[in-house]
């Protein structure tokens, strides 16, 4: 299995990118999303990966944080959403966005993707709403997971620093804070999704404050 890439990016295309790791040249499939927040033709690239193998396929999908690379794997368990149907939904949506609308149960927000149907979005949200919290809990992307092996292929491949390290996400602290507070992991994911859709500037505090409002006891 191919977890990880990190190379030269050598070719753009419409929906994947081709990277040269010292010599080899791997085609990698990512969403629109994605492809947008990539580096420009030969700079260094690192990507979290998913190697799908079939009798007659083998294709590798990209994906820049882990937390999408695990949305993918779950949207694909879901009956009629392959590989295409979502990347579009992550290439609509984002990591984040899918795990706002599955969490809060919006449908509608999953069928806006390209090729994604009432019945298929539906599905969607009712099959992984409980694995909504697990995948919102995850945060960091590519560039913190790399570590001292990462760096080495860089030194290796190009002269260009690595990108600098992000905090994780202000939505998996909050989620976590929540559940030490014994809220359920569907209660808190809900409110969570809910207080960044309404601020999606917010960061760990303020979600936390909006989320307990939201959960507060009504009457």
């Known amino acids: 299995m191919i977890g990880k890439i990190t190379g030269r990016l050598e ?5 994947h990118v081709l990277v040269d790791v010292q010599g080899v040249g791997y085609l990698v499939y990512c969403s629109e999303r994605t492809l ?5 033709n030969g700079e260094v690239v690192a990507l979290f990966t998913d190697l799908v193998v ?4 083998m294709q590798l ?4 944080t882990l937390a999408e690379k695990e949305w993918h794997r ?6 009629g959403v392959g590989a295409k149907a979502s990347l579009a939904i992550l ?12 969490a809060l149960g919006d449908w509608s927000a999953v069928k806006a993707a390209k090729g ?3 019945k298929i979005a ?3 949200v009712l099959d992984l709403k409980d694995k909504a919290p697990g995948v919102m809990a995850m945060g960091g992307t590519v560039a913190q997971a790399s570590g001292e092996a990462a760096a080495a292929v860089l030194q290796d491949v190009a002269a260009a620093p690595a990108p600098a390290p992000q905090n994780p996400s202000a939505q998996a602290d909050a989620l976590s804070a929540l559940g030490n507070l014994g809220y359920s992991p569907s209660d808190a994911a809900s409110a969570i999704a809910q207080a960044a859709g309404d601020d999606p500037d917010a960061d760990t505090t303020a979600l936390i404050r909006a989320a307990l409002k939201l959960l507060a006891p009504k009457g």
């Open 122 to 124: 539906q599905r969607v």
């Open 36 to 40: 947008a927040a990539l580096p420009g």
């Open 61 to 64: 999908y990209g994906f820049t």
């Open 116 to 118: 994604v149907g009432p």
């Open 74 to 79: 779950l949207l694909t368990s879901v009956q």
């Open 91 to 102: 290439g609509t949506l984002g990591a984040d966005g899918v795990g706002r609308a599955i």
């Open 54 to 57: 079939r009798e007659d396929l």
């Open 11 to 15: 070719h753009r295309a419409a929906d």
